[in-house]
């Protein structure tokens, strides 16, 4: 009771929205609401590693302990940040891709370890394997300039290996969560989870396993050439 007058009122959050009185609505102005937008920070392709060859071949081996990656996880490790480091390219990124595309190297797909081909280049499902390469590193070096190729228009340092380089419109892509739907179809989430392996990577402590598989391939090496 207001003055003898009915006074009805229809408050929200602390806000009179619709004031009556005498049975006479009196519209107050609305509050002013803010939005916030979220802010959505994406990972460059270019950049330099921030993870050891140790923290990513402990890691791949612990994902997959068969003698085969034992065999070769450090080299790899090593190939990519080497190859990464020539081309301006994340080396350690790009590892956890090649994780995501070989199944932690136990393949089973179309590509078979054989091909050197360490990302599906070529590869389109149905058999198709996609394209070989001679050594590993070459493998790793073709994979390096391919995502060079999305990420930026700066030319190779290297020359070409990748068979698949001038089909690429250069620097359109430039964050691995751009490749969603471009290197993997239809790739929902594709970037997303090639950042998710990195960042578990990034975690991993180098254990005595790892320095001791480390020593003595240093030691089988040493004899090779003896």
């Known amino acids: 009771n207001y003055f003898g007058k009915i ?9 009179i929205l619709v004031e009556y009185t005498a049975n006479k609505p009196v519209v107050a102005e609305p509050s002013i609401v803010e939005q916030v937008v979220p802010v959505v920070t994406k ?4 950049g330099e590693s921030d993870v050891s060859y140790l923290q990513m071949a402990k890691y791949l081996i612990s994902n997959n302990n068969s003698q085969f990656a034992k065999e070769n996880a450090i080299n790899l490790a090593k190939y990519y940040l080497e190859e990464g480091k ?9 590892f956890a891709q090649a994780l995501k595309e070989t199944g932690y190297l136990k393949f089973g797909g179309d590509v078979v370890p054989e091909q050197n081909n360490f990302c599906g280049l070529g590869t389109t499902g149905g058999g198709v ?9 070459l493998g790793v070096r073709a994979q390096i300039q391919h995502l060079k190729a999305y990420a930026s228009v700066d030319p190779l340092v290297n020359d070409i290996v990748d068979p698949r380089y001038s089909l690429v419109v250069k620097g359109k892509y430039p964050n ?3 490749l ?14 090639i950042i998710d392996i990195y960042k578990k990577i990034k975690l991993t402590i180098p254990s005595q396993e790892i320095l001791d598989l480390e020593s003595a391939q240093k030691e089988q090496a040493e004899i090779t050439v003896e």
């Open 7 to 15: 006074q009805i009122q229809c408050v929200k959050d602390g806000k």
């Open 43 to 46: 990972n460059p392709i270019m």
């Open 86 to 94: 020539v081309e301006g390219v994340r080396g350690d990124i790009a």
């Open 129 to 137: 394997k996609g394209a070989y390469f001679e050594t590993q590193r």
């Open 176 to 178: 691995w969560e751009d």
């Open 180 to 193: 969603n739907g471009h290197w993997a179809v239809p790739g929902i989430g594709y970037g997303e989870s």
